[in-house]
């Protein structure tokens, strides 16, 4: 089983920086690859929409309304995404979820998905 666990939600005033991490790890397998980590987010009433993506190459996705001022990186070694978001505006307000797509083994028994976190709140105040 694959978890993946987001942090570093928060409220912020306009024109402020935040730092999201996204960890992913597994339970009751003995080797985890994780591929794509992407970051979402849906704010009340919306749906929810692609922020930014990561490959493990590190080949890198962004939506057009974050370009520029939002940044996602990752750490191959510790499984974690991290999206750091400058220059917030209050339309950015929203629960920020995390994915990865992962393969994983207990064994010789593959199993292959894509695994989400609950989310952090994201708020900016104008």
């Known amino acids: 089983q694959v978890q993946v666990v987001e942090s570093g939600g928060g409220l912020v005033q306009a024109g402020g920086s935040l730092r999201l991490s996204c960890a992913a790890s597994g339970s009751a397998v003995t080797s985890l690859y994780i591929n794509d980590m992407g970051w979402y987010r849906q704010a009340p009433g919306k749906q929810r929409e692609l922020v930014a993506e990561?490959?493990?190459?590190?080949?890198?996705t962004y939506a057009e309304s974050v370009k520029g001022r939002f940044t996602i990186s990752r750490d191959n070694a510790k499984n974690t995404a991290y999206l750091q978001m400058n220059s917030l505006k209050p339309e950015d307000t929203a629960v920020y979820l995390c994915?990865?797509?992962?393969?994983?083994?207990?064994?010789?028994?593959?199993?292959?998905?894509?695994?989400w976190g609950q989310g952090t709140q994201v708020t900016v105040s104008s």
């Open positions: 990561i490959g493990s190459d590190g080949k890198t």
């Open positions: 994915n990865a797509d992962y393969r994983s083994y207990f064994g010789e028994h593959l199993s292959v998905g894509r695994a």
